[in-house]
């Protein structure tokens, strides 16, 4: 994905009483000192109101759901702040578990407005919109350690996708579009020699590396470090294969329009001006 376009500011003029209340929504993250510039104001209040909708998952370290209803977790924090700062409300919405494509197909169904850790692609324009990045993603290939540390044996001297092909390594990946320049250059000739194994969620991917199915697996960083802990596994990142990546939210034209995306985008461009979004990051040990 390309560098984000920039994006209008909000209005100036706004009253000291709405930059307060503005301020108050905001809870405990703190505007950065200094003067407010006027891409960091609150929006005003969209014309009528909104409600957003995101599906509650459980995908920690991104989304973990309470036994209280509420959401943490690193993409939970940052929707809710997004939210806030553009003004809209933010319901959880409750369904069953659902692979990767049938969670599109149910937004294409407006059962939910938006998917988050979404690569644009320009052949869903039709059906769906995307913010501009919130976060980036960062992909690594690893290899699970035995118990005494030591590697697959096959995967030494392993530093490129060219030695993959050539031993004939098998490789598990994320069902996705986009893992990286690296992996994408050689997928072709990995897929051709039939080297690969898709995993649609990485709990399965991981349990799928612990049992043997493959000697390495390529996926989300802090996803894949999640559920090897999980599953008492080791995991060893290897010297190729690594890609960081700007991601945005992909939004439903069901119910929500360039309007609603233009106010995301503006309400992302004033977080990130202030470092609210980059302090929820770090606390959750992201870029």
């Known amino acids: 994905m390309g560098a984000p376009t920039p994006v209008p500011t909000a209005a100036p003029g706004l009253t000291r009483r709405g930059l307060l209340a503005a301020g108050a929504l905001l809870g405990a993250t703190s505007a950065m000192p200094g003067t407010v510039a006027a891409a960091e104001k609150p929006l005003a209040a969209p014309a009528r109101k909104r409600v957003v909708r995101a599906l509650v998952e459980s995908w920690p370290p991104y989304l973990i759901p309470g036994a209280d209803g509420t959401m943490r977790g690193l993409d939970a924090e940052l929707l809710q702040a997004i939210c806030r700062q553009a003004g809209y409300e933010l319901a959880w919405i409750r369904g069953p578990a659902q692979w990767r494509k049938r969670r599109f197909r149910e937004l294409q169904n407006d059962q939910f407005d938006l998917i988050f850790s979404a ?135 069901r119910r929500l329009d360039e309007s609603d995306v233009s106010r995301l985008d503006q309400a992302i461009h004033a977080l990130e001006q202030r470092g609210d979004l980059a302090a929820i990051r770090k606390r959750h040990g992201a870029a």
């Open 119 to 253: 690569t644009p692609v320009a052949t869903f324009a039709a059906t769906v919109m995307y913010t501009r990045p919130y976060r980036n993603e960062t992909f690594m290939l690893a290899a699970a350690a035995r118990l005494d540390g030591r590697l697959d044996v096959r995967l030494d001297g392993v530093r490129g996708f060219e030695e993959v092909l050539r031993r004939r390594l098998t490789l598990l990946h994320v069902d996705a579009f986009s893992l990286g320049a690296d992996f994408e250059a050689w997928r072709p000739r990995l897929s051709e020699a039939g080297l690969l194994i898709p995993y649609q969620t990485t709990r399965q991917g991981v349990d799928m590396l612990r049992l043997g199915r493959a000697p390495l697996i390529l996926g989300d960083d802090l996803d894949l470090h999640a559920q090897a802990r999980a599953l008492n596994l080791r995991l060893v990142r290897q010297p190729f294969g690594a890609s960081v990546q700007p991601v945005s939210l992909m939004v439903s034209r």
